[in-house]
T-cell receptor, first 114, second 110 residues
Framework: DVKVTQSSRYLVKRTGEKVFLECVQD?????MFWYRQDPGLGLRLIYF???????EKGDIPEGYSVSREKKERFSLILESASTNQTSMYLC?????????????FGPGTRLTVL | QKEVEQDPGPLSVPEGAIVSLNCTYS??????FMWYRQYSRKGPELLMY????GNKEDGRFTAQVDKSSKYISLFIRDSQPSDSATYLC??????????FGTGTRLQVTL
């Protein structure tokens, strides 16, 4: 079974803080993704990575950055947290788009920025 | 207009009912279609994966795709309280990007 884990289930931070969200997958998947999920808006893609050291902007990258130094780990960074970044953050991985398209999700991190 | 439209619900049905969940889409490039189930405070989990028009069955779940009408459905037979969750449709087109519906919240009551 694919396992995608996220470092925290719940996180509370203050405005202006730098926030790190970590994601690890154990199935040697090439592709990894970060989404945020908000009521009425569904899942929106923030950043994704097709391979180590590679990153691509998604639909809403503003205010975020990512790091992928190792294949199994994909980090999302909020450079200076703001209240409008309060959300559920979901990490996903995929073996590769060439093989199969389905993505496997972690349990999510619910981030509150005060 | 959103690329994928999904009624948010909530949809409340009695145990044992047949449930029909639907999505419509506007992008003809979508080729692969998925349904995810998301329990409260959890990540989405893949339920069904299809890539052609027609039906695909897996236990109590049937996924149906009609590309000519740009319409997909998920049917749940003999619904159970454990089926209470949010159901997300998702589609893949060019660039292998996944586009999600906003989800339909389903409540199956005893």
């Amino acid at each position: 079974d694919v396992k995608v884990t996220q470092s925290s289930r719940y996180l509370v931070k203050r405005t202006g803080e730098k926030v790190f969200l970590e994601c690890v997958q154990d199935m040697d998947h090439e592709n990894m993704f970060w989404y945020r999920q908000d009521p009425g808006l569904g899942l929106r893609l923030i950043y994704f990575s097709y391979d180590v050291k590679m990153k691509e902007k998604g639909d809403i990258p503003e205010g975020y950055s990512v790091s992928r130094e190792k294949k199994e780990r994909f980090s999302l960074i909020l450079e200076s947290a703001s209240t409008n970044q309060t959300s559920m953050y979901l990490c996903a991985s995929r073996v590769s788009a060439v093989v199969r398209n389905e993505q496997f999700f972690g349990p999510g991190t619910r981030l509150t920025v005060l | 207009q959103k690329e994928v439209e999904q009624d948010p619900g909530p949809l409340s049905v009695p145990e044992g009912a047949i449930v029909s969940l639907n999505c419509t889409y506007s992008n003809s490039a979508f080729q692969y279609f998925m349904w995810y189930r998301q329990y409260s405070r959890k990540g989405p989990e893949l339920l069904m994966y299809t890539y052609s028009s027609g039906n695909k069955e897996d236990g109590r779940f049937t996924a149906q795709v009609d590309k000519s009408s740009k319409y997909i459905s998920l049917f749940i037979r003999d619904s159970q309280p454990s089926d209470s969750a949010t159901y997300l449709c998702a589609m893949v087109g060019t660039a292998s990007k996944l586009t999600f519906g906003t989800g339909t919240r389903l409540q199956v009551t005893l």
